[in-house]
C-alpha cells in the first residue's frame, strides 16, 4: 500500500530578465533541474543537494543558498517576477492524516526574501 510521503522542495524563479548570474551562484551548492538561457521569461527549477526530510528544512536550506549569493545575483532575484518554493507530496492510502508543518521563522524568511509558497500533490504511481 502506498504511504504519503513528503519528497523534495524545489525553488522556481521565473523572470523577463536574465537570471545566469543567480543560477550559477545558486548551482555551486544546489541541484539545478531546469534552466534554460534561451526562454522567454527564462524559468529556473532548483533543488537541495543535500537531502532533507521535511518541507522546513528544505527551504531554510533553499533560503541560506539565496541569502548567500552575490550582489549581482541578489539583483536577479529581485527582478524576478516569481519565487516560489514548491513542496512536492507523494499521495498515497496511508497514514490517515498526513501533515507537515513550517515553522513561523521560516515562514518571516520566505516572506524577507519575497517568495511564496506552492504544494504540488503527485498521484499514486499503479
Known amino acids: 500500500m502506498a504511504e504519503i510521503q513528503f519528497l523534495n522542495v524545489d525553488l522556481e524563479i521565473e523572470s523577463k530578465e536574465d537570471l545566469s548570474k543567480l ?5 555551486r551548492s544546489a541541484t539545478i533541474l531546469h534552466y534554460e538561457q534561451s526562454d522567454s521569461p527564462q524559468l529556473a527549477r532548483i533543488e537541495a543537494s543535500i ?3 521535511t518541507p522546513d528544512a528544505g527551504i531554510n536550506h533553499l533560503c541560506e543558498l539565496v541569502e548567500s549569493c552575490s550582489r549581482n545575483a541578489l539583483k536577479q532575484w529581485l527582478a524576478a517576477k516569481r519565487r516560489t518554493f514548491d513542496i512536492g507530496l ?4 496511508s497514514p490517515k492524516c498526513f501533515n507537515q508543518a513550517l515553522d513561523a521563522n521560516t515562514l518571516l524568511r520566505i516572506s524577507a526574501l519575497g517568495a511564496g509558497i506552492e504544494i504540488t500533490l503527485y498521484p499514486i504511481e499503479s
Do not use: F, P
Not at 507523494?90 to 492510502?93: A, D, E, I, M, R
Open 23 to 27: 543560477v550559477n551562484d545558486l548551482k
Open 90 to 93: 507523494q499521495s498515497g492510502h
Open 51 to 53: 537531502e532533507v526530510t
